[in-house]
């Protein structure tokens, strides 16, 4: 019986340690933290259909709610741009706790094995190929490793150059965020439950405030490290404009860090492959990456399934960075200049594609299953985007800076539409050059 490892306890890890136990594989997931404390201390969003295209039961009814319409603001707060999501297409919110517990405990239904408090050191090579992991309780061989240690995976950053795989997130491709869950203080129905405001304060980054019946949930996002000192000042600055945030700190008041870049150049190597944050598989605009990791893990056991020998090289397992690619990363590689762009963006100018309608309510109905760029800026009216490119134009300055942008998203949609359908290193290695060089280009 071959042997699989999975790295980490990233949600896509263990959906793919699920699956191939359910089908007769000896799989371990190896986790640094304990089982209790599995998850940051908040709710998540994600689209429940992906439970089950990963093969997970539905989650009980009275362990999770469905995602208000979020309402957005730009700095100024002048214009308001409410979503307007169909209830069929809504998301919903859980624990991040009880979506581990259920998952866990349905993986361990079907056959995986968890190691807790084990955290993972490195690969263990031989040669140029992957045989398994280090650990802080001793070394563990496996003839396949799935990497889902999350964004800065000592696995991946362990791997030698030979293996192809580039593990850094880069400039402006790493949010830091900061959440905590306050008393809400106040009564009454709150007009806005769910804001969310670029560039408050004139910083770049996002920030939002929840307002739930008994709690005010906050989340402050910035490109750059921020401390808490920074995170208690935005907090009060909220407080100014948003009454229901009291200032009983109930839970959360951590800081963790998100990738928002495009995905990985090359998610596989000889006895390797990455999935979840490990491979940058968010939506680089709102960051979530639940629903696309248990994508992910479904086409990873297709692919792991298929290769009937067990070699788990490049070759066999390069199949799962096509299909990935196809479904989902080529959509979140264009979509990720889209998010350069704001990064180059001044207040005044974020205010101004608010208030001329450049952007709408329409753009704001983004999702873990959007990843058309022309049905994304479109709004599915062709002259949409019209409007949009008349608005830009009308700002000599603002078009300027556009311009790049185009030319970014021309070459990387350009490029990723060029991968190779099948494994060839030759074919490979250029692809992968031309990729990197795509989103590397400066706007």
């Known amino acids: 019986m071959k042997k699989i490892v999975v790295a980490g306890g990233g949600h896509g890890g263990i959906a793919a340690a699920s699956l191939l136990a359910r089908a007769g594989y000896d799989v371990t997931v190896y986790e640094k933290n304990a089982e209790e404390n599995m998850g940051y201390d908040w709710t998540d969003i994600f689209a429940p259909g992906a439970l089950k295209t990963a093969g997970f039961p539905p989650v ?3 362990k999770y709610t469905y995602k208000d319409n979020m309402t957005f603001y730009g700095p100024g707060f002048r214009t308001a741009l409410r979503q307007d999501i169909p209830a069929d297409k809504l998301e919903i919110k859980m624990e991040r706790r009880d979506i581990y517990a259920h998952i866990i405990s349905a993986a361990r239904t079907n056959g995986a094995k968890f190691e ?4 993972v050191l490195g690969p263990m090579m031989l040669g140029n190929r992957v045989v398994g992991i280090k650990t802080e309780n001793g070394e563990v061989y496996a003839d396949l490793v799935i990497d889902a240690c999350g964004i800065d995976s000592p696995v991946k950053k362990g791997l030698p150059a030979v293996c192809g795989v580039n593990g850094e997130t880069g ?8 959440r ?14 769910y804001k969310v405001c670029l560039f408050s304060e004139g910083k770049l980054g996002i920030g939002w405030i929840a307002t739930e019946e008994e709690y005010t949930d906050v989340l402050i996002g910035r490109f750059e490290p921020f401390d808490l000192e ?9 407080r100014e404009s948003n009454p229901s945030i009291g200032t009983e700190l109930k839970r959360g008041g951590s800081f ?3 990738p928002v870049r495009q995905p990985l150049s090359r998610l596989v190597c000889d006895g390797y492959a990455a999935i979840g944050d490990s491979a940058y598989m968010t939506v680089p605009i709102i960051g979530s990456g639940i629903a696309n990791s248990f994508k992910a893990a479904k086409m990873l056991f297709n692919v792991i399934k298929k ?5 788990y090289s490049q070759d066999t397992l390069w199949d799962y960075q096509v299909k990935y690619y196809k479904e989902l990363g080529a959509g979140f590689a264009v979509l990720a200049c889209v998010k350069e762009a704001l990064t180059v963006l001044t207040p005044d100018e974020a205010d101004y594609l608010f208030d001329s309608g450049v952007i709408n309510a329409k753009d704001m109905s983004i999702d873990a299953d959007s990843t058309d760029i022309m049905k994304i800026v479109s709004g599915n009216e062709p002259n949409d985007i019209k409007k949009k490119v008349t608005g830009v134009v009308k700002d000599s300055v603002l078009f300027k800076k556009m311009l790049p942008v185009g030319k970014k998203i021309t070459a990387v949609a350009s490029v990723t539409a060029a991968m190779p359908k099948r494994y060839s290193k030759t074919a490979v290695d250029k692809w992968v050059s031309a990729y990197e060089k795509a989103i590397s280009m400066k706007i």
């Not at 807790?116 to 955290?119: I, L, S, T």
């Not at 920074?230 to 909220?238: H, L, Q, S, V």
């Open 256 to 258: 963790v860090s998100i």
């Open 116 to 119: 807790f408090n084990c955290g």
């Open 60 to 62: 009980p009814e009275e």
């Open 230 to 238: 920074e995170a208690k000042r935005t907090t009060d600055y909220y």
């Open 307 to 311: 290769d009937s020998g067990g070699a």
């Open 180 to 193: 905590a869950f306050y008393n809400r203080t106040g009564e009454g129905e709150v007009k806005d439950k």
């Open 171 to 178: 400039k402006n491709n790493r949010f830091y965020v900061y």
